[in-house]
Structure formats: C-alpha cells, structure tokens
C-alpha cells in the first residue's frame, strides 16, 4: 500500500513534470479555464510552458482588472464631456488613468507576440476571439485600444472581437432637476468619443460578434450605422443610451442572436427582420404607444424579457398586440414592485401566441396589486410546464393599484408541474388563496417550492425586509402551511418544499 501522507519535493516534481508531458492542446485547454494574468505568469513555469500563452484562442482584457483591489468602486469626477484633450490634460494622473495605461502596455505587448496568420495555415495560432472592456475616457487611452484591436483583426492576428464599452462618470446617475443638463452634455460627449472611436475602427467593429455600450447619447444615424457595419455582431446589448431624435430603433439584421435594450428611455423597438434572434430583453421604456414594440421576422425567437417601473403612469399594454408574430418557450416579466402594466386579456386573444409557452416568470409583484390577474396567463398557456413569481412588500414608489380578474370556475391546466414562489406577504391569507387557485387548477403538479426572500429592492437599493413571523420557518408552522393550502388530500400526490 503506497502511503497517504504528505508528497516530498522530488514527487511534487515528477507530478508536475507529468503534466507537461500531456500534449499542448490539453495544456492550453487548462490554461484556457485560467484568469489571463495566470496564464501568462504558467508561461514562465519553464521552457516547455513558455509558448503555450501565445496559443490561447481567447484573450479576455477588463479594465477594472488593472484597477487597485479592496478599494472600493472608482469614479471619474472630473469628466464634463468637453474635448478630449482637456480631457487628458486634466485626468493623465489619476488612478483611473494609470489603469488605462497599464491596460494600453498589456494589451500592445500580448499582441504583438502574435504572428498573422498565413493565408492558407489553417491550425496557426491566431486568437479566436478578442474581448475588450475599457472606458470611454482620455483619447490617448480608449483610441489606442480601438486601434489596437483594429489592427490585429486587419492583419489576421485577431478573427473575431468583443467589446465594452463603458464610462465611470458619477454624474450619469444624477436625477435633480439641476444635474440635468450637466448630465446631457456628459451623454453627448461620450456619444462623441464613441463616434471618433467607431470611424477609426471600421475593422475591429466589423469582426465583432458581441457588442456592449453604456451610458453614451446615440445620435440619429449611430444605432443604424451600428447595425449596417458590425454585420457578424451576435450579441448586442445597451444600456442608459440615450436616443437620437425620434426614439423608435429599427433593428435588420441577419446575425443578431441576443438584444438587450435597458434604460435608454426610447419610444420603441421595431424588431423587422432578425431571423436568427433567440432572445429579447426589454427593460424601462419613454411610454406605452402603439409603437412601443413589435415582432415581425424572428422565427427563432425563444424568450422574451419585460421589466419597466410604471411609476406614475396608468398606462397598460396588451401581451396580445406587442407579442404578435412570435411563438415564443419563455416570457419574464418583472413589475419592479410598482403598478401592473400588463393589462389582463381574455385567452382567445393569447392562446395563438402562448401556444409553444413552457416557462413563465413573474418577478416583484407588490401584494397591493393582487395576484389573481397572472391566472390569465395560465388560462393562455395550455402547455406551461414551469411557473416562477416572486412577491414583495416592500413600500417604494408610488400607490399601488390592485388588479382584479375572476378566475373561472373549474378551470384546470393539465401540463403544468413546477410552481416556485420566492417571498411572502405580510397578509399570509393572500399568498394561501392564490396557492388554492393554483393547485385547483394544476391538476398534473409535481412540485411546488416556497422560498424566503431577502434581496435589494430593485428601486431605491435597500434591504427588503423578511415576512418577519408571516413565513413559516419552524417544522411546526410549516406543516401547518401545507394543511391550510391543500384540500382533498392532494398534499400526497406533489411535494412541496418551503426554504426559510
């Protein structure tokens, strides 16, 4: 029997030798799974680990690495949007731009380890892929980087590239009425520099499969000279960018896979022809119009995500009219804790387009507002098999508004099998009447799981609080829990499993 204890030195040797006797691909495949400071330190390990770096199909550079650790979130207070040279002049010593410089000297020297690939070898050692986030701040900085990036891909070193691109200004998160303007000409001067930025790098945004923006003023020809120049682009997603005038993007294009649109305060999205889309998310829309969203190609979309404050507003939508021409597997709607903006429809209006609807995900419903309007969802989807909601109680925002719906009686779903319920209400008969109706009508349910929530509201940042002594958190009350919102003795048929 060979000892368990402790390996001396000379056998920790032979094991590590042992692993550079496997063959590079395995060798850059372990390296691949490494932060990219890590595996470039490997390649001094020893001569046969040396080049394996410079094999690596993905290098993945994030500013935010290169800034100091443990020092909490950095801001550029100085930023006013004017010209860039200013710009350099007055941020060219603070640590956001050492940051950027080291990131600049980094990202210049692993490239150019790089050979271009030749014509016609197709194993040579080129990267796959290019992901860069850095901010748009200080030319000498965000420019160097674009050229960069632009230059590998012209010269073949580089097939393919990802971007972000971001701002570290405080200021883009001011609301007062006397922050206002200062806020729109920070937007407009970023929209500058991500104008110069995108016609100095036709090659680098035209090999990008992902594309990331935040918090830049988009001007009237940007989001369509987006679309038309990065024609491999698969991801895009935006947020806090503001719209040129109009506010209605159109979006064409034959590669787009994946759209996430947040916070950009447009009046609509027009998806025309996207014939590979797979999944739209749609969050904090200017106002509910006719025009606010429309599907007209997206035969392969599959999931739809909703989220909005309604604030003040009394505005609603209709599922039936902004859903039109798709079929799609997963709707998610987050209501943020504020009033309900989906207006409840009859399911002859819904059936059509629920028809391949599987999952369903209701987040932050305020107890205010009732429960018994999502049974319409239910009553449109005959094929659902998965239900999430997750409630609050949390006091935020403006009056909430209940939303009533009779739910029909002897109305059963036969496919749906999984109801998870994060959070409870401080009036525990709501939460045990809504379970009544679900169970009523699930009659096929498997599973139902109850969870306490404690999580950041989503509006104004702090702690939501507990149910306090309303969530059954001892064996005793929760055995209670399931006697109360079981009938017939149908507890015996399904499991149901409630986390505190």
Known sequence: MEPCGPRSADEEAAAADLISKLPSDVLVSILERLHL??????????????????????????IDDFLPRGQGHFFDDRDTGEDDEGDDVAAADDVLSEAGDKMVRVATALLASRSP?????????VIATLAMKFHLRRQSCYMSLGRLVDHAVASGKVRAAELTITTKSRTVSWSEDEDREARRALLRGYGRRFRNLFDAC???????????????????????????????????????????????????????????????GIHGVSLEWVPRLKQFAFQGWFSMTHQLLSFSHVPCLTTVTLSHDNGHLEETLKLSRIMANTAVKDIRLNFRGNNIWVQPESSRR?????????????????????LSWTMFLLQSAPHLQELYIKLTDHECGVVKKNVPWEVPIGFKHYTLARITILGFYSNEETVVTYIRHLLQ????????DMRENETY???????????????????????????????????AIFKICIRS
């Open 350 to 370: 819904l059936i059509d387009l629920f028809r391949n609807l599987t999952n369903l995900k209701i987040r932050n419903v305020h107890h205010k507002c009732g």
């Open 457 to 491: 509201c989503e509006i104004c940042g702090h702690m939501e609080p507990k149910a306090g002594s309303r969530f059954p958190r001892t064996d005793e009350d929760k055995e209670t829990f399931r006697k109360r919102i079981t009938t017939n003795g149908r507890s």
């Open 441 to 448: 009508a699930a009659i096929n349910l498997e599973e139902i």
């Open 37 to 62: 400071r890590d595996a470039v330190r490997a390649g001094a390990l020893s001569s046969r680990w040396r080049c394996l770096p410079k094999q690596l199909p993905r290098l993945s550079l994030d």
């Open 117 to 125: 690939a030749p014509a016609n070898a197709a194993d040579a050692h």
């Open 202 to 264: 036709p090659a680098a945004f035209g090999a990008l499969k992902q594309l990331t923006i935040e918090s830049v003023k988009l001007g009237k020809h940007d989001f369509p000279n987006i679309l038309d120049t990065c024609t491999r682009l698969e991801k895009l997603y935006l947020f806090s960018c503001v719209p040129g005038p109009g506010g209605l993007w159109q979006v064409r294009h034959e590669r787009l896979t994946d759209i996430r649109i947040s916070l950009c």
